[in-house]
């Protein structure tokens, strides 16, 4: 187990589980809830609670974007890339946030604090350009305003 890992925590997740294969995604969607991302280290008590092979839970994790197997920082930082941003000037909003955290797409900060995706809509085009810092949605961005969003964050 890693020493992040609170096996405790785990075990409360999964003590209340009717055992079958069904529960495999809500699970795994409440051990990302819980921990921040699905840490390794819980597929085997996962898979002997629901009776499934290791390898099948792997797999879930590995195809499904939702789901992130390594940690990830305070504040998730997603920024469009969507036709709509890209026209409203979606680069800078980016080369802004980089700029900011020192990132590239797909990093967390060493500190933990920010981790930097991009993704290809988040379906607020009427907001172009937009970012989303966790579940926060910013439009009709700039530099100035990007900067001072993130300097907001405690």
Not at 25 to 45: C, K, N, R, S, W
Not at 67 to 77: E, K, N, S, W
Not at 99 to 118: I, P
Request: proline share 6%; with cysteine.
């Amino acid at each position: 187990m890693t020493q992040n890992l609170d096996i405790g925590r785990l075990m409360k997740l999964l003590e209340g589980v009717k055992p079958v294969r069904e529960n495999l995604i809500p699970v795994l969607q409440a051990i990302q809830d819980e921990f921040g991302y699905v840490p390794p280290e819980t597929i085997g008590p996962v898979a002997g609670r629901l009776g499934v092979f290791p390898s099948e839970i792997s797999g879930i994790t590995s195809f499904y974007a939702q789901f992130y197997t390594a940690p990830r920082g305070r504040y998730v930082v997603r920024v469009c890339r969507g036709t709509a941003c890209h026209v409203r000037g979606a680069r800078t909003v980016l080369q802004s946030v980089v700029k900011f955290t020192g990132l590239k797409d797909g990093e967390t900060s060493d500190d933990m604090r920010f981790t930097l995706e991009t993704v290809a809509c988040l379906g607020a085009c009427a907001l172009s350009p937009v970012m989303v810092v966790n579940k926060t949605y910013y439009g009709k961005l700039n530099s100035g305003r990007i900067e001072a969003v993130l300097k907001g964050l405690p």
